[in-house]
């Protein structure tokens, strides 16, 4: 179980190794479930990344905030903005975007936290849609608005200009002089999810994981035994913002785009569904979670109504329309139709996500070995 | 001697909405003694505790504690860094963590204050936090479940573990809440003996409790509430024999 249960450090090793070989092989295994391209590998972990620190606030303390897009937001605004004015190394704009969003994360936090349960949830979802409709905005200087904000050929990149660094074509990342497209944008953006599964684990398996869990298991007893809850929950909410400002961040890495759609509520919301659906609470669950979302979507959404024609092409043409009437509302567009209903039986047939499903999967097979 | 008192309660008024549930308290509570507070239901036993924990803030009066009044302002994870644990009359535990995490929390909070940031440190390496936590679950005769479910357990044991939790901190002053309603007699007598042995190590305590068998064993002092006000106090033998008493509180009841 992946809690704060004394666990070996025999065990956390191999789980370490374990999980760098399977990232780092990812191209290679991706192949065969179809996902061997890096477009969508880079979703793995970018998305990976969100869930996996979203998960130390919502997993280890409980708090169920409505609004972590907003450091999504700010994490892709930054980074844009470093490849603008100083250069298009990863480097800095993956620091300055880190740095940002705790800032933003601190201050957020610090009012949000004044309440707790659904007064939480409400307040971070108004900050994180007050952050989305002023960068439509006022902040449109910054954030570009409608349009998004784009890395430009002639931007100043003082920093590129001193060293003599040069860009040809559309300006991409470049980390001292990998360009940051198709897999090697991949391989920056799965060091960047090692290091943070790495963390991650320290917390679960540090003294300060297992008293944010205390205080999702019982707060009262916590204030009542010595413990000010509050910089402990600040603590996590800046830790997981930064996660998220360092997710965003990669989005601008592989792609120089930054638009205030992705700090929307729905990008809020989707990250709780990864983290639910992986397993809350879970060292490995929410990035699971987020690689069974993005995959899904990946498949679902691609289908259009020609397709489906196409698969149900062996059935009697009126048979075939009916199949493609009712099938056609859960594919393309509609894809967040079939996610709905995902979740929904994750939530009522499976509380515990993924990881609670693989859990009684083993326990099952043990049983049946005797 | 004034030094000798840990707890002085002075004055203390509580009234909720129409209803006056403290009235005047003046209690003190000398080093080392267990102090019993006995009382009907409803007499405002627990609300005393609770205004000496902040989890209630009197009207008026004030409960100084180690040169503080708790009643002016203070947190409770600031009363529990002085020196003040309470076990509650239902217990708080924490159901989701095993009953070793559960008694390592309390003796970190003792160790490392009301927050450390304490990331990096892994929690596996805290063996003599550990060995400390066994110690007190073997002495609440807990020790060979020390990795299951805090939640799991029946009421009884869920209060021992509260115990143990309190315990580990070394209080200055344990406050109990019924610490023996809900356990089988073999499980008070088990308490009674502890309590005992804590008494020898000087710890001060506070007891509410309704079973006089209990009281009666542990009590040097003891304090009788009836409707908000205290009634009676003194030696455990002036109280069987007060006439205030027996009326009030003890009716017919055999002592």
């Not at chain 1, 450090?9 to 996902?35: C, E, H, N, Q, R």
């Not at chain 1, 609004?67 to 190394?89: D, P, Q, R």
């Not at chain 2, 003891?222 to 908000?228: E, W």
Request: net charge neutral.
């Amino acid at each position: 179980m992946d809690s704060v249960n004394p666990s070996s450090k025999y065990k956390d090793t191999l789980s370490l190794i374990i999980f760098i070989v399977v990232v780092l092989t990812a191209p290679l295994w991706g192949k065969f479930i179809g996902a061997g391209y890096p477009d969508l590998l880079q979703k793995f972990a970018i998305f990976g990344l969100f869930a996996i620190g979203y998960n130390i606030l919502f997993g280890l303390t409980g708090y169920l905030s409505f609004g972590h897009a907003v450091f999504l937001g700010i994490g892709s605004y930054t980074a844009a903005w470093s490849f603008k004015l100083l250069t298009m190394n990863p480097v800095p704009a993956v620091i300055f975007a880190v740095l940002l969003s705790g800032i933003f994360a601190a201050a957020i936090g610090y009012v949000s936290l004044k309440r707790t349960g659904i007064y939480f949830a409400i307040l971070t979802l108004a900050f994180a849609q007050m952050g989305y409709n002023l960068a439509y905005s006022v902040l449109t200087p910054i954030t570009n608005g409608e349009t998004g904000l784009r890395v430009l050929r002639d931007d100043p990149r003082v920093l590129d200009n001193a060293l003599g660094v040069q860009i040809d074509g559309s300006p991409v990342g470049n980390f001292f002089g990998i360009e940051m497209t198709g897999y090697s944008g991949y391989y920056f953006c799965a060091i960047m999810l090692i290091l943070g599964f790495y963390l991650a684990m320290r917390v679960f398996r540090s003294p300060f994981g297992m008293k944010l869990i205390a205080i999702k298991s019982n707060q009262t007893r916590m204030e009542y035994t010595g413990y000010n809850p509050r910089p402990y929950l600040l603590a996590a909410f800046v830790i997981s913002g930064m996660y998220a400002g360092l997710a965003g961040a990669l989005m601008v890495i592989v792609d120089p785009l930054a638009g205030a759609e992705r700090m929307q509520w729905t990008a809020s919301g989707e990250v709780v569904l990864m983290t639910i659906l992986g397993g809350v609470g879970t060292l490995i669950g929410p990035l699971i979670g987020a690689v069974v979302i993005k995959y899904f979507e990946n498949i679902f959404s691609a289908i259009n109504e020609s397709g489906l024609h196409a698969t149900f092409s062996f059935l009697p043409e009126w048979l075939e329309n009916i199949a493609v009437t009712i099938v056609s509302p859960f594919v393309g567009d509609g894809w967040h139709m079939t996610l709905g209903v995902l979740f929904m039986i994750v939530i009522i047939f499976m509380p515990g996500g993924i990881m609670e499903a693989i859990r009684r999967l083993t326990a099952w097979v043990k049983r049946m070995r005797g | 001697m004034e030094d000798n008192y840990v707890l002085e309660i002075s004055g203390v008024n509580k009234t909720f909405g129409g209803l006056k549930a403290l009235s005047d308290i003046n209690l003190k509570v000398k080093q080392g003694t267990t102090h019993a507070i006995i009382g009907p239901n409803g007499a405002g036993k627990s609300t005393l505790l609770n205004t000496c924990i902040a989890k209630l803030v009197p009207d008026s009066g004030s409960i100084m504690f180690a040169g503080q009044d708790l009643t002016d302002g203070m947190t409770p994870h600031g009363i529990n860094q002085l020196g003040v644990s309470r076990v509650f009359q239902t217990p708080e535990i924490f159901p989701e963590l095993s009953l070793l995490n559960n008694v390592m929390i309390p003796a970190l909070a003792k160790r490392d204050g009301a927050f450390k940031f304490d990331l990096f440190k892994w929690l596996r390496n805290e063996n003599q936090l550990q060995d400390e936590a066994m110690h007190y679950l073997d002495d609440l005769g807990l020790a060979d479940s020390s990795d299951i479910r805090a939640g799991s357990l029946s009421r009884g044991d869920k209060r021992r573990l509260e115990m143990a939790m309190c315990l580990i901190q070394h209080p200055k002053l344990l406050l109990l809440d019924e610490p023996t309603a809900g356990m089988a007699r073999h499980d008070t007598n088990r308490t009674i003996e502890l309590l005992k042995k804590i008494k020898e190590g000087g710890m001060t305590k506070i007891i509410i409790e309704h079973d006089m068998h209990v009281v009666f064993s542990l009590a040097d002092h003891i304090s009788v509430l009836a409707q908000g006000a205290i009634i009676a106090e003194g030696k455990p033998d002036d109280i069987k024999g007060h006439p205030k008493v027996r009326e009030a509180y003890l009716g017919t009841a055999e002592l």
